[in-house]
């Protein structure tokens, strides 16, 4: 089935480690995106991508780093793990400006 | 004032109900409105995608927006015990890869 993938589903890691979450699609949609939700504060955009090889800062960047080296793949990693970032991560992309997002079914990170 | 306006609920309606959840929004540039359904850990899936003003119907749901008012709406008719899911809305404007703007989502439960 078409879609997006994403791992692992759920992690603890300890503070100030290093953490790369996965993100791959099969739909060869060329934008990307990474999303934190927090209750109460909803889906906030973290990083982007309109296609391979460029790549855009969201609302809430910092603290976290992006790459697009290819139409598939857009992983997300976390330098030095703060508690902060205690989140579910979603991973969404489209083919198209005017085309709805799909999201994948999230990463759950806590940060101890 | 924020972008995108949804109350959060959570909103408890009888079986056989029919809800309406809303958004409100302020930026004009807006042409493009989503309607996300998303289960308890499980990413968002798109409900209703409508471009512009109008009323879009898909079997139990109807979607409205009106841009005079900046309003969108989503109607579940006959509403089920598996309509029970956070609802967010989306939209974005028609200029480039502009990413979605999202409401925070309202919680439905639906009761048997």
């Known amino acids: 089935i078409a879609g997006i993938t994403q791992a692992p589903t759920s992690q603890i890691l300890a503070a100030g480690r290093r953490m790369t979450l996965r993100c791959t699609q099969d739909?060869?949609?060329?934008?990307m995106y990474w999303y934190r939700q927090d209750l109460g504060l909803g889906l906030r955009l973290i990083h982007y991508?309109?296609?391979?090889?460029?790549?855009g800062k969201g609302e809430v960047p910092d603290g976290y780093s992006v790459s697009r080296a290819n139409t598939d793949d857009f992983p997300l990693t976390l330098a030095s793990a703060v508690p902060s970032q205690t989140s579910v991560y979603f991973c969404?992309?489209?083919?198209?400006?005017?085309?709805?997002?799909?999201f994948g079914n999230g990463t759950r990170l806590t940060v101890t | 004032q924020k972008e995108v306006e949804q109350d959060p609920g959570p909103l408890s309606v009888p079986e056989g109900a029919i809800v309406s959840l809303n958004c409100t929004y302020s930026?004009?540039?807006?042409?493009?409105f989503m309607w996300y359904r998303q289960y308890s850990r499980k990413g968002p899936e798109l409900l209703m995608y409508?471009?512009?003003?109008g009323n879009k119907e898909d079997g139990r749901f109807t979607a409205q927006v009106d841009k005079s008012s900046k309003y969108i709406s989503l109607f579940i008719r006959d509403s089920q015990p598996s309509d029970s899911a956070t609802y967010l809305c989306?939209?974005?404007?028609?200029?480039?890869?502009?990413?979605?703007?999202f409401g925070k989502g309202t919680r439905l439960s639906v009761i048997a």
């Open positions: 409508t471009y512009s003003s």
């Open positions: 989306a939209m974005s404007g028609s200029g480039g890869n502009t990413p979605l703007v």
């Open positions: 739909m060869r949609h060329n934008a």
């Open positions: 991508s309109n296609t391979a090889g460029t790549t």
């Open positions: 930026n004009s540039a807006f042409q493009y």
């Open positions: 969404a992309s489209r083919q198209q400006p005017s085309s709805p997002l799909h």
